[in-house]
């Protein structure tokens, strides 16, 4: 499964693999424990709900600076995949600022942002770093 979204979605991850402050994000041991601990089914609904309230709707509150740059993996996703904000969205993938987004574009973007996810997280999955503790770069988070 994994190896089809990473196929559906090459050319979005080649593109953004040329921009040097999108390719700057990656999760980090305590994201990855995070995951390990929820399991990717929570952390898609947490990333639905972060794209219903704080991107869907069609003047999200505080646009431009709603997502953190730390503090969940789904946000080190939205700077990654350059779905942070309604202003990234019209540049990068041409969605329109100032309308809702619909329901089939809201899962595209949960989609590709768990892809994203997947793709970092099972990089290193096995890794023992993830189940120790504390992580090494806790005090970033
Ligand atoms: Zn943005």
């Known amino acids: 499964m994994i190896k089809f979204k990473a196929v559906k979605y090459e050319k979005a991850f080649e593109r953004l693999a040329k921009s040097r402050f999108r390719s700057r994000f990656h ?61 990234c969205l019209e540049k990068w993938w041409k969605i329109p600022q100032g309308t809702i987004i619909p329901d089939t574009r809201i899962k595209g973007i949960v989609d590709f942002l768990m892809a994203w996810i997947e793709k970092e997280y099972g990089e290193n999955k096995e890794d023992s770093v993830i189940n120790s503790l504390p992580c090494k770069d806790e005090k970033m988070l």
């Open 27 to 87: 999760l980090k041991c305590a994201d990855k424990r995070y995951i390990a601990e929820k399991g990717l089914a929570t952390i898609r609904r947490h990333c639905e709900d972060f794209v219903r309230k704080n991107l869907a709707p069609q003047f999200p509150p505080n646009d431009g600076r709603q997502t953190p740059m730390r503090g969940h993996p789904v946000f080190i996703a939205q700077h990654a995949t350059a779905t942070c904000c309604r202003s």
